[in-house]
């Protein structure tokens, strides 16, 4: 960059078929105040290529031109790479073709319907680009009118106020904070690595990266780190970074990818402004595969320390890398690690369940140490326990689930998800509120950063009656996790066990609206119209159940209070025809509704005898108020450690 008063320099990226439309962009950026390097400036017998490449290191940004013909240009294409690769990038298009891949997350200026006038918004659209990207802004750069700017022009205005001293920066800072509800200063989302390695095959690997960033920056509690399910619905990029980073509500965008061929991997990183679009930092790693621990690192080191001391006190102390935990540098057992995350995450049967258990076994076996993969272990055991686990095996799936999770937090005693995965386990698997209350308690402190951390934590505390708590998780975990389905089901869940029944119901609504298909929304809004005596709404979200247990004990409730007592018997029979002892809760409900409590305490019992999950909402569930004087009931709360 240029010294003192030296006009800064703009490097034209261009295909020669656009040059008519390249001089006029030309004198329209000399006019507002650039030195413009062109390859039309080259002297006669210079050497082509190392003018190019001497004028694209000096100068101050690269203002590249998209168009049908660009895009195909193997020099425009190169010259691209090198000003994203040197954090200087500054895109256009002169037809609103598509930027090529590796281009697409950069906001480009629509020059469409530019005349060639240098006073245009389009010509100011760039030079605020060039300001954002240079920290330089030209004082006598263009401003367009504001009845002729549109909301996304609109992004970038107080990009181009950027200045070079540490107060012009905190006006942008805090006017882009401002102008974007929610978008905090050092929020920040990681987007799924694009997989470059010409094999479907290879997903796993570059989703596993990006997420083994995300969780590391999460460590970092001056960061606010947008969690997986939020982050990952961005994956085929169909909007460009600034709407991607307006719907997730963060200030900045990890982008990447990954190219693994063999022993050999390349990693690409970039680091996004969601306020304009541009690129902040960019780096490109070649590396051998056993260093891709070394390559994640550096990432998550150099993007902490760029966003933190963007917001850090001017005498703060330099942000360091945060650390790793519950990680390895075995590659053998990392390669099986992310395999099987991948596997569990699918959620699909019993048998990718199972095969993600050998993939996270395989982890194990190369590098016992590993205690990401002891906890992955246990929440495998947990979830095939809870989903397909017979009555008669389930105390020793839970066993093993619990040795995993101890096993993970004796190696990394800081590791967040450990210490939740153990109180997840002991609550729902050992049914044992009591003894879940230490690491849940833990994982809070040490996951303050971790969507599913505090969700889990929220979930634990509403169903033990410490209601602030519970709120005071969820919505921590809502910023960092906005557009998980699972979240706003959870956040609908602790609203009804605070009994506040129509609060309850707006959740549960967002998260279908997410997904229509999830499991036990429609009928947790049964439930709660059911409380509020609303019965044929509850009946039609009963109906509209797909998890066919729930569905059934509603349906016998709702039925019975409509006064159709034959075709409640009828639900209720089929519960227990399709689901038998795995089903002792609720059918425990139903009948305390129908007031036959001396039948639904027997069940009760059986449901603690079987290890029925259902028994987490004891203490709190209004179906089964009508027995709560019951000394026996009484009972059955203190063995479960509802204190």
Not at 49 to 59: G, Q, V, Y
Not at 128 to 154: D, F, H, M, N
Request: net charge negative.
């Amino acid at each position: 960059m240029g010294d003192g008063d030296a006009r800064p320099t703009v490097f034209l990226s261009y295909a020669r078929s656009d040059q008519e439309r390249a001089a006029k962009l030309a004198t329209a950026l000399e006019a507002a105040g650039y030195d413009v390097w062109w390859d039309a400036l080259i002297e006669g017998g210079a050497a082509f290529a190392k003018s190019i490449e001497a004028a694209l290191d000096k100068c101050d940004a690269v203002v590249v031109v998209w168009s049908r013909s660009s895009v195909g240009s193997d020099w425009v294409l190169d010259e691209a790479a090198r000003g994203r690769d040197l954090r200087k990038l500054v895109p256009a298009t002169l037809d609103g073709t598509e930027p090529p891949l590796g281009f697409r997350q950069y906001q480009a200026v629509d020059l469409s319907r530019w005349r060639g006038g240098s006073d245009a918004a389009e010509v100011a659209a760039i030079v605020r680009g060039i300001g954002a990207a240079t920290g330089r802004p030209v004082a006598a750069a263009p401003r367009s009118p504001p009845s002729r700017l549109t909301r996304r022009r609109l992004v970038a205005i107080v990009a181009g106020a950027t200045g070079a001293g540490v107060a012009g920066f905190a006006t942008w800072w805090y006017g882009l904070a401002a102008r974007r509800p929610g978008a905090g200063a050092n929020s920040i989302a990681v987007l799924p690595f694009v997989n470059l390695s010409g094999s479907a095959d290879q997903d796993y690997f570059s989703d596993g990266l990006s997420e083994e960033l995300r969780a590391t920056l999460a460590r970092n509690l001056d960061l606010q780190v947008m969690a997986q399910a939020s982050s990952g619905q961005f994956r085929d990029r169909k909007d460009d970074a600034v709407t991607i980073a307006e719907k997730l509500g963060v200030a900045y965008l990890l982008d990447g990818s990954v190219r693994r061929a063999g022993n050999v991997v390349r990693v690409t990183a970039d680091l996004i402004d969601g306020g304009t679009g541009f690129s902040r930092w960019s780096q490109i790693f070649d590396r051998a595969l056993s260093d891709i621990f070394a390559v994640q690192r550096e990432i998550a080191g150099t993007v902490a320390q760029s966003l933190v001391t963007r917001f850090a006190p001017p005498d703060g102390a330099t942000p360091v890398a945060p650390a790793v935990v519950g990680g390895t540098d075995n590659i053998l057992a990392y390669d099986a690690y992310l395999r099987g995350r991948a596997l569990y995450d699918l959620s699909a049967d019993e048998a990718s369940e199972r095969a993600a258990l050998a993939q996270f076994d395989a982890a194990i076996a190369a590098d016992p140490g590993y205690a990401a993969a002891h906890a992955a272990r246990a929440r495998t055991l947990t979830a095939i326990a809870n989903q397909y686990g017979e009555a008669a095996e389930l105390a020793a799936l839970y066993d093993a689930a619990v040795a995993s999770a101890e096993r993970a937090i004796a190696l990394a005693p800081d590791f967040a998800d450990a210490h939740s995965t153990l109180g997840s386990t002991l609550f729902q698997g050992r049914l044992d509120a009591r003894a879940a209350r230490v690491p849940f308690e833990r994982s809070r402190e040490l996951g303050a950063g971790e969507a599913t951390v505090l969700a889990r934590y929220a979930l634990y505390s509403a169903r033990t009656g410490r209601q602030r708590e519970a709120s005071e998780a969820m919505q921590r975990a809502l910023v960092l996790d906005r557009l998980n389905p699972l979240l706003h089901r959870a956040a609908g869940s602790i609203e009804y066990a605070a009994r506040n029944w129509a609060a309850s119901i707006p959740p549960m609504r967002r998260a279908l609206e997410m997904n229509p298909k999830l499991s036990r929304a429609h009928a947790a809004i049964g439930d709660a119209l059911l409380m509020q005596g609303r019965l044929d709404e509850a009946r039609s979200e009963y109906e509209a159940e797909p998890a066919a247990d729930v569905r059934l004990a509603g349906l016998a409730v709702v039925l019975r209070r409509l006064g159709r007592q034959a075709e409640a018997e009828t639900a209720l029979s089929q519960l227990v025809a399709d689901f038998g002892d795995s089903a002792h809760y609720q059918q425990a409900q139903v009948l305390a509704d129908w007031g036959r409590r001396e039948a639904a305490l027997a069940h009760l019992g059986q449901a603690l005898v079987h290890g029925d999950s259902g028994l987490i909402y004891l203490r709190n569930d209004p179906l089964l108020d009508p027995m709560r004087g019951d000394p026996r009931f009484q009972d059955l709360l203190k063995r479960l450690g509802f204190d």
